[in-house]
């Protein structure tokens, strides 16, 4: 079975640095992109980048791009995002989704975590 | 980058309608766009992929069209657990982008 697991809720002060993880199972995770994408409380989807897990090659939103760093460590099968400089406007519920196998985009995702939330709070 | 204009941005209908929504690029996106549907505190669902194909598992009441830059997705029978959220995605080349979001209430 195909999953997605992420780690757990944070809280976080402005300033602080934070990393989170997407791991994944159940499938071969060198062979397909894995996206994160951030909802804001009680707005829309954004994609934030992503990064093919064989060679840690990333692409990333212009939105997000210096704000964020995706990286992968295929040994565990694992992807993260990370902040090295929290602010409060980083509060957001955070998915990672990984493409299907169909997809020819590195854009379309047929699985999902189940998202991380953030909290960014002094 | 491409913008994605939904409409409408809510919609209120009963079981066992008929609702279609739509979506706009600004730009051509090759028939790269997708459908996806959110229920309160849970991860996307992808519905369709690449305009018209749909996702394994997904009930065939749901089906998606268009071309260019205006697609749409439309829902036959509505059902009790289809109340939720719809975003379309565009997915032509290196970046994506969603649309704003069609909430789908019961009337």
């Known amino acids: 079975e195909v999953q997605l697991v992420q780690s757990g809720a944070e809280v976080k002060k402005p300033g602080e640095s934070l990393r989170i993880s997407c791991k994944g199972s159940?499938?071969?995770?060198?062979?397909?992109?894995i996206s994160w994408v951030r909802q804001m409380p009680g707005k829309g989807l954004e994609w934030m980048g992503r990064?093919?897990?064989?060679?840690?090659?990333?692409i990333y939103s212009s939105s997000f791009q210096g704000h964020v760093t995706i990286s992968a460590d295929k040994s565990i099968s694992t992807a993260y995002l990370q902040w090295s400089s929290l602010t409060a406007s980083d509060t957001a519920m955070y998915y990672c989704?990984?493409?299907?196998?169909?997809?020819?985009?590195?854009?379309?995702?047929?699985?999902w975590g189940q998202g991380t939330l953030v909290t960014v709070s002094s | 980058d491409i913008q994605m204009t939904q409409s409408p941005s809510s919609l209120s209908a009963s079981v066992g309608d008929r609702v279609t929504i739509t979506c706009r690029a600004s730009?051509?996106?090759?028939?790269?766009l997708n459908w996806y549907q959110q229920k309160p505190g849970k991860a996307p669902k992808l519905l369709i992929y690449?305009?018209?194909n749909l996702q394994t598992g997904v009930p065939s009441r749901f089906s998606g069209g268009g071309s260019g830059t205006d697609f749409t997705l439309t829902i036959n029978n509505l059902q009790p657990e289809d109340f939720a959220t719809y975003y379309c995605?565009?997915?032509?080349?290196?970046?994506?982008?969603f649309g704003q979001g069609t909430k789908l209430e019961i009337k």
């Open positions: 989704a990984k493409v299907g196998d169909w997809d020819t985009t590195g854009t379309t995702w047929d699985y």
């Open positions: 159940g499938y071969g995770f060198t062979n397909y992109w």
């Open positions: 990064i093919d897990p064989s060679d840690s090659y990333t």
């Open positions: 730009q051509s996106i090759n028939n790269y």
């Open positions: 690449v305009t018209s």
């Open positions: 995605q565009q997915s032509y080349g290196n970046s994506c982008s």
